[in-house]
């Protein structure tokens, strides 16, 4: 594949991509099914110019370290990434190696599989030693019946199996629990009973050196489209989000505070927050053409930069809600109004355009 000049002249970098195995675990936010489906368009190739969305900005280098993206599937091309600036990326795996440059994070992810861990606990000690100071994120929306689907009673005594053995293998590293699809009442709940099992079961609160949660404003209701009910919760409905609450930047930045203010509730103030997921999960045809979504990638990273809280937010960055962000995702065929990239045209998208336009320098 030969690089097109507009690309060239965007990026300065080669994207051919060169062909890795691709991930065979490769789960997302949420199977979204709403009624009467409608397959999305092809993404939109831009030109490299700005996408005609008012407010743009660029990220200062010194914060681009919070950027993370994340990659369903990977054709091998670290330039790719570095063109991007991402400080960090995700692939829902554990792994005793970074496959994706020096210059980038992998932050390891333990799935929940059958209701036991997807690495076992001698692996996962061992890939801890091999890794220190790696940040761990136990589950993928364990919340989730199509994710890691466990009762919150399952998440308490799993997330206490991964804690251990990564702690054993390096105490310096940093685990971090939740996962959780959105932070709704409903699913705080399961969180809630979470923390309760471990402290019965264990004698201790659940420990944590920081959260992760996926920031999604998705249904809430049995065998409907969006995230249904977790495992173990008895009722059938929860927030009944429409299609449209999917870009709404007022809800988005609620749920953030919520959350926080959840943590601090429970012993967990100010300690870090990662949104290990978000974006838009929807098609084009359902009302999220590419300038509505190049407006919500813009402002929720705008949020993410600014939003301080004294009393919520983590003393140790200003107050600051959010340390990292990840947005979903780089490329999936199953989800594409979120690619950054078209690698099969080998260019980006008029979203990947808009990215790069946020990291000039």
């Known amino acids: 594949m030969t690089v097109t000049a507009t690309v060239i002249a965007t990026v300065g970098v080669d994207v051919t991509p060169t062909l890795e195995e691709e991930p065979t675990d490769t789960p997302v936010a949420a199977e979204v099914t709403p009624?009467?489906?409608?397959?999305?368009?092809?993404?939109?190739?831009?030109?490299?110019?700005?996408?005609?969305?008012?407010?743009?900005?660029?990220i200062p280098a010194e914060e681009r370290f919070r950027l993370g993206v994340s990659l369903p599937t990977w054709h091998g091309n670290p330039n790719v990434l570095g063109a991007l600036q991402v400080g960090w990326v995700m692939d829902?795996?554990?792994?005793?190696t970074n496959p994706y440059g020096g210059g980038v994070s992998h932050l390891q992810t333990v799935r929940l599989m059958h209701d036991q861990l997807s690495v076992d606990a001698g692996t996962l000690t061992a890939m801890a030693a091999a890794r220190p100071g790696s940040t761990w994120m136990i589950s993928n929306e364990p919340d989730v019946r199509w994710q890691d689907d466990v009762t919150p009673e399952t998440?308490?005594?799993?997330?206490r199996a991964a804690h251990q053995a990564i702690k054993d293998g390096d105490g310096s590293a940093v685990v971090a629990a939740g996962g959780i699809a959105q932070p709704s009442a409903l699913?705080?709940?399961?969180?809630?009973?979470?923390?309760a099992e471990y402290q019965r079961t264990f004698g201790e609160p659940l420990p944590a050196d920081a959260w992760h949660i996926h920031n999604y404003m998705l249904r809430e209701e049995r065998d409907s489209w969006g995230v249904d009910i977790p495992a173990g919760i008895t009722q059938d409905t929860g927030v009944l989000y429409e299609i449209a609450d999917s870009g709404n930047l007022e809800t988005f930045k609620a749920q953030i505070v919520t959350f926080r203010r959840w943590m601090a509730d429970r012993g967990y103030r100010g300690q870090p927050l990662l949104v290990s997921e978000f974006g838009i999960p929807m098609p084009a045809d359902y009302g999220f053409a590419p300038d509505v979504v190049v407006s919500f990638l813009r402002e929720t990273t705008r949020y993410f930069l600014t939003a301080t809280d004294p009393s919520l937010g983590d003393p140790t960055d200003g107050g600051?809600?959010?340390?990292?962000?990840?947005?979903?995702?780089?490329?999936?065929?199953?989800?594409?109004?979120?690619?950054?990239?078209?690698?099969?045209?080998?260019?980006?998208?008029?979203?990947?355009?808009?990215?790069?336009?946020?990291?000039?320098?």
Not at 329 to 346: H, I, K, Q, R, V
């Open 320 to 361: 600051r809600l959010v340390q990292r962000w990840c947005w979903f995702s780089l490329e999936f065929a199953d989800y594409p109004t979120g690619d950054l990239l078209d690698s099969e045209a080998n260019r980006w998208t008029t979203l990947g355009y808009a990215w790069l336009d946020m990291v000039k320098d």
């Open 35 to 58: 009624t009467e489906p409608v397959a999305a368009a092809p993404p939109t190739v831009a030109p490299p110019i700005v996408v005609p969305v008012t407010g743009g900005y660029v």
């Open 187 to 195: 699913r705080l709940t399961y969180l809630d009973r979470a923390l």
């Open 92 to 96: 829902w795996r554990s792994r005793d």
């Open 155 to 159: 998440y308490a005594h799993l997330y």
